[in-house]
């Protein structure tokens, strides 16, 4: 596709190219804007789920290492099992 897209953009006038290249980028800046947001959302929600999972185990999470979160977490997970 890109080979296609660079002949096309050949045969154009220079001022034209440089319009098309400047959309075709930001539409490509759009995309990896979008992926980072659903990035983002997605470990908010895992966030969110483990914040509510230890709760629902009894922690108080705000006492609780990084190193103890994961622990409980991983320890709810085989139980699970």
Same mark, same amino acid.
């Given at each position: 596709?890109?080979?296609?897209?660079?002949? /096309? @953009? $050949?045969?154009?006038? $220079? !001022? /034209? /190219? *440089?319009?098309? /290249?400047?959309? @075709?980028? +930001?539409?490509?800046?759009?995309? =990896? =804007?979008?992926?980072? +947001?659903?990035?983002? =959302?997605?470990?908010?929600?895992?966030?969110?789920?483990?914040?509510?999972?230890? =709760? &629902?185990?009894?922690? *108080?999470? &705000?006492?609780?290492?990084? !190193?103890?979160?994961?622990?409980?977490?991983?320890?709810? *997970?085989? $139980?699970?099992?």
């Amino acid at each position: 596709m890109e080979k296609e897209e660079e002949a /096309r @953009l $050949a045969s154009m006038p $220079a !001022w /034209r /190219r *440089d319009i098309l /290249r400047k959309k @075709l980028e +930001e539409e490509r800046e759009q995309k =990896r =804007r979008k992926e980072q +947001e659903k990035l983002k =959302r997605e470990e908010e929600e895992k966030e969110k789920e483990q914040s509510e999972k230890l =709760r &629902t185990l009894g922690y *108080d999470e &705000t006492k609780l290492a990084p !190193w103890q979160r994961q622990i409980i977490l991983k320890k709810g *997970d085989i $139980a699970k099992h």
